[in-house]
């Protein structure tokens, strides 16, 4: 079975330039989530949509970040203007209403 | 905000030896959840649990969730090289049915 699908896996770019980082959930699932993490702050959920709804987003850090479900199967989320401070790991998880929830392999981004 | 206390931060044993790890939170638990993760890679689901009292194995992996639902346990018997890794504690509040809290992380090296 397919699991999360993260793209891309590593990410390095410049101070400015525009992110764009992309998840495939598993199927059938209807909650899907946005996390970031760092050493310093572990995990932390910027985001999450329920049926392609966005339902809490304060814990996206800034306006420079948003992110869009347009469909069941796909979401993204988008720095723009990146930072070096926005170095970290991104992941995606998804699951069925929200309970047991299964994280992407991640996206490793380095700002320079 | 709703916060998890997870200790041992890190844990050095030898190979062989069983292990045990345990959050605690300051507010009712609805659900309690163990990942694994690999370094490079995402969180990987261990036990879930969803009632008080229960008690769940995985192989050689045992978690409870704490009568009181404000705690949790997992222990590891017999370590292997193979269960190196961070291991995360989390759940879901009663305030927050979809919203996970996730506890810092327990480091486990085994040695040989």
């Known amino acids: 079975d397919a699991g999360v699908i ?8 410049e101070m ?38 966005p339902i ?11 992110a869009k479900m347009p469909n069941a199967s796909f979401s993204t989320l988008k720095i723009q203007p990146s930072e070096p401070r926005d170095s970290a790991v991104y992941f995606c998880a998804s699951s069925i209403r929200g309970e047991t929830q299964y994280f992407g392999p991640g996206t490793r981004l380095l700002v320079l | 905000g709703q916060q998890l206390n997870q200790s041992p931060q890190s844990m050095f044993i030898q190979e062989g030896e069983d292990v045990s790890m345990n959050c ?33 194995s995985n192989g050689r992996l045992t978690a409870q969730f704490g009568i009181t ?17 961070i291991y995360f504690c989390a759940g879901h509040s009663s305030g927050s049915a979809r919203q996970l809290t996730f506890g810092s992380g327990t480091q486990l090296t085994v040695l040989p």
């Open chain 1, 6 to 13: 993260q793209s891309p896996r590593h990410e390095v770019t």
């Open chain 1, 16 to 53: 400015g330039q525009e992110v764009t980082l992309r998840c495939k959930p598993i199927s059938g699932h209807n909650s899907l989530f946005w996390y970031r993490q760092t050493m310093m702050r572990g995990l932390e959920l910027l985001i999450y949509f329920n049926n392609n709804v």
């Open chain 1, 56 to 66: 809490d987003d304060s814990g996206m850090p800034e306006d420079r970040f948003s």
């Open chain 2, 24 to 56: 605690t939170s300051s507010s009712i638990f609805n659900t309690w959840l163990w990942y694994k993760q690999d370094p490079g890679e995402g969180p990987v689901l261990l036990i879930a649990l969803y009632k008080a009292g229960e008690l769940t």
């Open chain 2, 69 to 85: 639902r404000k705690d949790s346990f997992l222990n590891i018997s017999a370590s292997i090289p193979s269960d190196v890794g």
